[in-house]
């Protein structure tokens, strides 16, 4: 009796830790071991991030500082994130010392620099590592670029969600196209709970060329814009590729409020459209201005937030077919539309809806591209992703459409489990195998203090196994042998 009280007493302490630390990894997501991130600092106007390191200011141009790799206590290292194919990285120092910089979302094999710098290496298929040696008070910039032999095509894709499987095989395929970069509009997890950006970020982390993302109405569920913000930086920004200018905005609120893009970005990006007149522009957002498809009903969510389990239903709406997934307020639908045609906008790339549509309005071109993943909404949809071929004169679409099959439920929680273990190991491995260890060891003392119960039964079919085995052969010699 007192064996079953020891053993089960082991037995929950067992479970009990392990359940405490995949509880602790779900609601805790590291970017990888000694990741510590820094509070973003960025000026959309300047595209501009700062971090005074110890004395020392290191500023990016086209990034954020994200921030620091602590591999032992003596070394140290500053993690930046790159948010434009050329970046450019500032130091300043009022002493001579050498700092170690690492550079994320750029494709190694295509980025190159004129400024030499030391000890460059690879540390995944989008991040860089180096060393930067500094003499007292003179300042250093390092201006990145794309190689001379880039592609000039950009892959747009949106509404990947939860279709893990999906997304997958698209990261596969851009892979092979090898693009200038991949640009997600919005809907990148399906609620923003940590652990939902660890399966994101681990799905994406095979990716060979740079992400560029804006913010979906799912990834602020659940308060996701904090980790967003965390991994992937600003909610908005631009930057120039060849003659073309990329524009991101934040629309993620307007599917449960008014107002989907508030008064401030607004100022932002009209300043931002200005500047870039004479150029191709591009604007990437998430939610469409205007629903282009018929008889859709009205989106009741904002008004359903004054009731809890309203919202809770409109929760499990949020991606019914039948309900405009344009903004809520017409008014702004139409300010948007006017300030796209005032300055000459090329095309608006949207998502929300998980489907395709294209079509022109107020001479801007309009694309809704929803089909990376999320259950599909509209009849005869398929999923797809775009790839945008860009000359000097135009810019032309050609979308690839993947094999559709349902989005199963079983199949997105087998891949999310896949991609969770894979995730949890790279963040915490060496706390896994401690974990392994301790597990294992404490299975064998069950196993070694409940053997009188397990260990005759164990004889007895391995006796019976054995016995079978022999009589096999006797009769294969009888049957095949004997003639």
Do not use: C
């Not at 501009?48 to 290191?58: C, L």
């Not at 500082?65 to 500032?90: F, H, Y």
């Not at 307020?329 to 608006?348: I, S």
């Not at 260990?455 to 096999?472: D, H, N």
């Amino acid at each position: 009796m007192r064996k079953k009280w020891l053993v089960l007493i082991m037995l929950v302490i067992g479970l009990g830790v392990t359940s405490a630390f995949i509880l602790h990894s779900y609601k805790n997501f590291k970017v990888q071991q000694g990741f510590v991130p820094l509070p973003l600092s960025f000026d959309p106007y300047t595209s501009v991030s700062s971090y005074d390191w110890n004395g020392n200011i290191v500023s990016i141009q086209g990034g954020f500082v994200k921030g620091k790799i602590v591999e032992n206590p003596n070394q140290e290292s500053l993690l930046l994130r790159s948010l434009s194919p050329v970046p450019t990285i500032s130091l300043k120092s009022g002493i001579e010392r050498s700092y170690s910089i690492r550079l994320e979302n750029v494709n190694p094999a295509m980025i190159k620099t004129s400024d030499p710098i030391g000890n460059l290496k690879t540390i995944d298929p989008h991040t860089i590592s180096f060393t930067v040696d500094l003499k007292a008070n003179q300042p250093k910039n390092i201006n990145f670029e794309l190689s001379a032999n880039e592609n000039p095509e950009v892959i747009m894709l949106g509404d990947n969600r939860n279709g893990y499987g999906t997304f997958s095989e698209i990261i596969d395929q851009v892979n092979s196209i090898k693009p200038a970069f991949v640009v997600d509009n919005g809907d990148l997890v399906y609620g923003g709970e940590p652990n939902r950006y660890r399966l994101f970020y681990e799905t994406v982390s095979k990716l060979q060329v740079p992400l560029y993302t804006t913010l979906g109405n799912h990834d602020i569920r659940e308060n996701g814009l904090p980790t967003y913000t965390e991994l992937f930086g600003p909610a908005y920004y631009s930057f120039d590729y060849l003659q073309n200018h990329f524009i991101f905005l934040d629309s993620s609120r307007g599917w449960t409020e008014k107002t989907a893009i508030p008064p401030e970005q607004y100022r932002w990006l009209e300043a931002d459209l200005q500047k870039a007149q004479g150029k191709r522009i591009f604007v990437v957002s998430h939610i469409p201005p205007t629903d282009p498809r018929s008889n859709v009903a009205p989106n009741t969510y904002p008004e359903s937030q004054k009731t809890s389990t309203l919202q809770n239903l409109m929760n499990k709406l949020s991606g019914t077919s039948d309900i405009d997934h344009a903004f809520n307020d017409k008014a702004e639908a139409q300010k948007f539309e006017d300030l796209m045609t005032q300055y000459k906008v090329d095309t608006v790339f949207l998502s929300h809806i998980h489907s395709f549509f294209s079509f022109v309005k107020g001479n801007v071109r309009y694309v809704i591209t929803g089909g990376a993943g999320a259950e599909l909404l509209t009849k005869g949809s398929e999923y797809h992703y775009i790839r945008v071929h860009i000359t000097d004169q135009e810019n032309y679409l050609e979308i690839v459409e993947l094999p559709s099959p349902p989005n199963q439920i079983i199949d997105r929680y087998w891949a999310a489990a896949q991609l969770f273990i894979s995730s949890t190991y790279k963040e915490y491995s060496s706390l896994v195998i401690a974990m392994g260890i301790f597990v294992s060891l404490i299975a064998a003392w069950i196993l070694w203090v409940l053997r009188q119960q397990w260990w005759p039964f164990l004889k007895k079919l391995g006796r019976w196994i054995y016995e079978i085995v022999k009589l096999s052969i006797l009769k294969y010699k009888e049957i095949f042998q004997n003639k």
